[in-house]
């Protein structure tokens, strides 16, 4: 069994899919660990580093994924790699898969089994294995701390013999796992922390961490979850009633910080134009959901932008913006997927295909997608 772990072809992605913590337990399940060089670089581990956990380390992503069966990535390879895989290689990564019909195509047509991490199924046995929560959470930590840079004042209120330093207003939009992080950062700062959520649930969880809860709660608010516990989208009426009350809050805060998105669909419009220029001159806006389209109209991705002296901040790949620890998270929830599909006694690859995780992940197999959710429409 034949393990290989690629370097990230997008420079903008310093993470990677195994540490030497996961090479030393991946070794101990019988696996031939094969490193592509440089791989870990950007996340501050070595090639000697692996090579001291007892991985290959081999020149290029060919030599590296030459006879692979398992080949593990942070995102989804270009297609022309995937010419490097043998067919039958089990790929594993975060997949993008939603509206992505022509790379899902070219993963069938190489012959891979493609299993995206994204969609592990939010139950006990799997949160070991949940990449969604364990880089999100890192997503909300550093969005705090992005802010903080970008305020230019102090975040918890001080007692000076100079006079007395307020704390920050914090706001946070999105209760989710990145959005209590940031509730969580932001109060150890010292902040005053406040936060939204269409999820009723949400409500007690913001306020056991000491923020307060902002919300228009009606009827259709109480029967706003899925049984999956994500968001559903809420109805037009809804969201104006709830933009009203937020529109009057957001002006009175110093931070913003978004967080929202529903798998599948465009990220959810929560700040306005308006909304912004009724922040005060050094306020910040913070927005995770950048990537999808963004919650906040006037964010940029990739880019720190400033409108009528707010600073929006549109940072892309957040949790890599954490490499080091984002990476280990990752590696450890690739690690407790993998070491499901192989067959510790005889230490070869078995893998269940009936197994619900494999179901609710593999994308592609035998040539074809195999997923019921992202079957091609033509």
Excluded at 333 to 339: C, P, S, W
């Amino acid at each position: 069994m034949r393990i290989a772990v690629l370097s990230e072809t997008d420079r903008a992605e310093a993470r990677v899919a195994a540490t030497p913590e996961t090479v030393k337990k991946y070794i101990s399940l019988g696996a031939d660990v094969c490193v592509q060089a440089g791989a870990g670089e950007r996340a501050g581990i070595s090639d000697a580093e692996f090579e001291a956990a007892g991985a290959a380390v081999a020149p290029g992503a060919a030599e590296a994924a030459k006879d692979a069966d398992i080949v593990l990535t942070v995102r989804r390879p270009e297609a022309a790699a995937l010419s490097l895989f043998k067919p039958g290689a089990i790929l594993v990564a975060i997949m993008d898969p939603y509206g992505q019909d022509v790379a899902l195509k070219a993963l069938a047509d190489a012959g891979v089994a493609a299993f995206a991490m994204e969609l592990m199924p939010r139950i006990t046995r799997a949160q070991v294995m949940d990449v969604l929560s364990s880089q999100a959470n890192l997503a909300g930590y550093r969005a705090v701390i992005d802010a903080a840079a970008e305020y230019g004042r102090a975040m918890p209120m001080m007692m000076t013999a100079a006079g007395t330093v307020p704390a920050a207003r914090v706001f946070v939009m999105g209760a989710g796992v990145a959005g209590l992080q940031a509730i969580a950062t932001a109060r150890r700062l010292g902040a005053v922390v406040s936060a939204t959520d269409v999820r009723p649930a949400a409500k007690e969880q913001v306020e056991s961490l000491g923020a307060k809860f902002v919300a228009v709660e009606d009827e259709e608010f109480r029967q706003a979850e899925t049984a999956g516990g994500y968001a559903k989208e809420m109805s037009a009426e809804y969201r104006a009633k709830q933009a009203a009350l937020v529109a009057s809050h957001i002006a009175k805060q110093d931070i913003v910080i978004t967080t929202a998105l529903i798998p599948g669909r465009p990220a959810p419009r929560l700040v306005t134009r308006e909304m912004v220029e009724s922040m005060r001159p050094g306020s910040v806006v913070v927005d995770l959901a950048v990537e999808r389209g963004g919650n906040v109209e006037l964010a940029e991705p990739g880019r720190v932008v400033t409108h009528n002296g707010v600073k929006i901040v549109g940072h892309l790949n957040v949790p890599g913006r954490l490499a080091a620890t984002a990476s280990s998270l990752y590696a450890r929830n690739l690690y407790a997927f993998v070491e499901t599909l192989v067959d510790k006694a005889a230490k070869t690859l078995a893998v269940k295909w009936d197994d619900e995780l494999v179901k609710a992940t593999c994308l592609t197999r035998g040539g074809a997608i195999v997923h019921p959710a992202f079957q091609p429409t033509a």
